[in-house]
């Protein structure tokens, strides 16, 4: 296993800011996903840590050792990318080998390895197929036992499953869990799906900007945003109260307490933290069916824009909510 620590690292495209100061730890045998919109510089980041891209500024350590200026092949890495760049003239067996034997392994011994890590991800039989003989979630498979083979310490994967269908994608998720546990790598996932971070991460990173602007494990990140932006990335309604009395805040009926003297309180709580009843007032705007009920999309005078709940209601219809968990942001 490896602790991957990334320090104050910069760089820029022409004049535009990619990284700007990135400070990250990935701690050893864990998975990390950084999340963030397009354009936030989680792709740059991974390239930065593999040892792809060189930084204009900053250090990346593995477990305490300085591999900044070492280059990609030296680092004991292991990618996959979401153009997966499988040999299309190569069988499974071959695309997952010749690595191997580029390293210098013999190919007897490379081929016995390829072959294990094939029966770990439950692709024995396939050996002999070609790319194109196989289905999109072979091919990535295929794509993660090439990257395995090596037995690296360290996997980055930058977004590899977005071409997936919803169940395939989960399907590959739970997988990628269950070899974490079997092999011990340290990962860092870099996708812009929120649920995909949080059905795959231990951790997780918000980038925005070429800045992770909140880290921590899943469990804290969620609960606790802490700002406006991370708490609508993931998900949630932002709403503004307002001072009705000393450390009482309030919109509608809905009221909570918080400490006083702040004049104005946003606060954020997830679809899911929603039922009706007294409190905040709303008009369905647009509904959508969502497993055994609907979503649906709210207007409400103390929110901005449109909120979520998850309520059975029709588009017109006026009535209220009741928040059953919120958390403050700034």
Excluded: C
Aim: no cysteine.
């Amino acid at each position: 296993m490896a602790e991957i620590r990334v320090v104050d690292v910069r760089k820029r495209f022409r004049g535009t800011k990619a990284l700007d100061g990135v400070n990250l730890t990935a701690p050893d045998g864990m998975i990390t996903a950084v999340l963030g919109p397009s354009g936030s510089g989680k792709t740059t980041l991974l390239r930065v840590i593999a040892g792809l891209e060189v930084p204009d500024g900053g250090r990346v350590y593995f477990d305490g050792a300085d591999v900044t200026d070492t280059p990609a092949s030296e680092r004991g890495v292991g990618m996959v990318f979401q153009d997966l760049a499988l040999f299309p003239h190569m069988t499974v067996l071959e695309n997952v080998s010749f690595g191997l034997e580029a390293r210098g392994m013999a190919g007897r011994e490379a081929r016995a390895r390829a072959r294990e890590v094939l029966e770990m991800l439950r692709l024995e039989g396939l050996e002999h197929r070609y790319p194109h003989q196989l289905s999109g979630g072979q091919q990535q498979r295929v794509a993660i036992a090439r990257a395995l083979a090596p037995d690296p310490k360290i996997l980055l994967l930058d977004e590899p499953f977005g071409s997936l269908d919803a169940k395939l994608r989960e399907e590959l998720l739970w997988e990628m869990r269950r070899l974490r546990e079997e092999s011990g790598f340290t990962a860092i996932h870099v996708t812009h799906d929120q649920s995909e971070a949080m059905a795959i991460a231990d951790r997780l990173a918000v980038m925005n900007e070429g800045r992770i602007v909140r880290e921590g494990s899943v469990e804290e990140v969620v609960s606790d945003p802490q700002t406006v932006f991370v708490a609508s990335f993931l998900g949630a309604n932002v709403v503004e109260l307002v001072e009705v009395a000393p450390g009482v805040y309030g919109a509608g009926r809905l009221t909570v307490r918080y400490e006083e003297g702040l004049g104005k309180l946003r606060i954020g709580f997830y679809p899911e933290d929603v039922g009706l009843g007294e409190g905040l007032p709303v008009v369905v705007e647009a509904v959508s069916r969502w497993r055994s009920g609907y979503r649906v999309k709210v207007r409400s005078e103390f929110s901005e824009g449109e909120i979520e709940v998850w309520l059975p209601k029709v588009p017109g219809r006026e009535f209220e909510v009741e928040v059953r968990r919120w958390f403050p942001l700034s």
